[in-house]
Every structure is written in C-alpha cells, then in structure tokens.
C-alpha cells in the first residue's frame, strides 16, 4: 500500500470495439478493447492496441479476447484485468501514490440490472471506489454539446461496436429509447459472410472492419463522396490458394443493406413512441448521430430521406460519449439521470 491516498477522477466510454478514458478534462487513453491473456495462468500479456495486434493471431498459449460484446460485457475476468491495464496508463506517476478512484461510466440504455451491476463491480475491482453510471445516449448528447436538462426534445442514434441506442431525451431524462444488440460488430459480421458467399473467399473480422473502413455505404449512390475501391487478399475457402479481390462502395452497400434497415426501423419505432410536443422539436432540431456506425458512408443521407427528418453527424462521432462521461464527471450533484 501507498504512503499517501488521493482521488483521482476518471470518465470512461467502456465501448464494445474501444475504451476511451478521459481524466483532467484530457483524453488520456483511446484504445481497442481487447486484453491478452496467458492461457495458463491467466495473467495480462497485454492490453489495448498491443492486444489488438495479437488478435487473430495468437498461438495455443495465448488468447486475445474481447471482454465486451453486445455492448455489455462477456467476460468478467477479462473485462477487470483490460480496465486495470488501461486504468493503469493514466496513472504514470509516482507509485508512492495510491490513487482512490471516482469513475462514471457510460452503459446501454437498455442494460439489465445485472450487466449494470457487472460494469459496477468491474469498476470497484479495478480500483474505482466511487461509481457512476450514465446511459450512452444520454452521455453522447452532453458530448454533441446539447442542454439534456432544458424543456425541448432531442434525438440521439448512438451506433457503437456492440449494440445502437436510440433516444428522446427532455429535462434530464429518456423519454422513449430503443437499445438494440445490432451494430458495428453486425456490420462486420454481414461482411465476412458476403466475401464468402459472393467471392469464396476467407475473411478475417480485422479485414472485414478495414473494409467497412474503406468501403462501407448505407446508400449505393455516393455521387462525389464516393471511395476508391479496395483491394481485399485472402485464402480460397475451398482451395486455401491465395485471392486478391476488388471490392466497391456499391457492393458493400448492398451487403449491408439489412441491418442499416433494421436501425432505421427502430429510429421510426422510436418516434412512434415519442410525445407530439417532443415530436415536434425533433422535426425542428433534427437527429444526432453519433459512435463509430455514424462514419458509415451516406447513412445520414440516407436515413434524413427516409425518415423526412435531417439528421446531423456529430463532428467527433467515435469520442461523443466518451467527452458526455467527462462533462458528467464535473457534475455529478448536478444531473440527477447518474446511477
């Protein structure tokens, strides 16, 4: 044990693709959220991007895994020893030191009282002795920069790694939201199938996310913004004889193109649900997307035609939750939504 005890304060986005943690208003750590383990005594090889470079690509003494899925986590082990790993770049001074942890969290909003508990005691094991925690979307809203406590209605589509969450928020609370297990990680997923369904070829899920990188679109018209095609390399699934494949926006469009309609759905369900006063503010104030399935090309196009409501890509989609978290941290006696 330390000489001397302080708190430090920490606010962390525990994302099912990335974590991202910000302390003294800075972001200090933004990496993969994937730990590796010694399979035979289960200790930490590595954490973070290290990790992530081993993913896929480990021999039989090592497994590299990631702790979280679906948004919630998967792994209890694994997802206590990644947040030590990742809690432990923060503190780089003196070990003199024993740091009393404040931490606030961001969860799904559609979180079990069991997962929340998890993410809780995932926190308090790694060293966090005061937890909080605060819904995704309600976190992305504060991060986009807009007033969650005032009397007007507004709409976030967070779509991470794991799961989309959708909701109207006024006055400090959700009034209609939709939580579904369907994003990033899906996207990914449809890809891989279709590379070796349409072009036989064997895909891992670190290609298939650069190929959602490169070439993925929600629209098979992208006019200007549209990008180069993408050269994928693989084994044959029959021969394992090397392929090189040429891959375009329009494809992957098509490939995605069930579960882009499957989110579009549940913004529409989510609407439903939405009181007419509220209703109306949304038509003027538009919908925010925010997390990483924001990036995806033409989305925003696509749904403001679809829906009849503009919708606004958050100027720094993958860290809007992650910067709500840290705003939440300065305010804990203030917003009365924290749990």
Sequence with gaps: MGLFS?????????????????????IVVDEPSVVALDRRTDKMLAVGGKAKQMYEKTNPTIRAIRPLRDGV?????????????????????????????????????GSTEVEKRAVRDS?????????????EPMAAAIGIGLDV?????????????????????????????????????????????????????????????RIKENVGAALTELGDEAPEDYIVHGPNRITALPMEVKICYQEI???????????????????????????????KNGIYLAGGGALLKGLGKRLSEKIGIEFHVADD???????????????????????
């Design 6 to 26: 302080f708190t430090k304060e920490i606010a962390m986005d525990l994302g099912t693709a990335n974590t991202i943690i910000i302390s003294d208003g800075k």
């Design 73 to 109: 986590i998967a792994d209890f082990n694994a997802c206590e020893q990644m947040m030590r790993g990742l809690i432990k770049k923060v503190h780089t001074g003196s070990r003199l030191f024993t740091p009393s942890m404040k931490m606030v969290i961001g969860v799904p909003s």
């Design 123 to 135: 926190a308090e094991h790694a060293g966090g002795r005061e937890v909080y925690l605060i819904y």
């Design 149 to 209: 406590l005032a009397p007007e209605g507004n709409m976030i589509v967070d779509i991470g790694g794991g799961s989309t969450e959708i909701a109207v928020i006024s006055l400090g609370g959700i009034v209609a939201d939709k939580s579904m297990r369907v994003a990033g990680d899906e996207l990914t997923s449809d890809i891989q199938e279709y590379m070796a369904r349409q072009h036989n070829v064997k895909v891992s899920e670190r290609m298939a996310e």
């Design 253 to 283: 469009a098509r490939c995605l193109e069930k579960t882009v309609a499957k989110i579009e759905t549940a913004v529409l369900q989510a609407l439903e649900e939405t009181p007419p006063e509220l209703y109306a503010d949304i038509v």
């Design 317 to 339: 989609p993958l860290r809007c939750v992650a910067k709500g978290t840290g705003v939440a941290l300065k305010h804990v006696h203030d917003f009365p939504f924290l749990m």
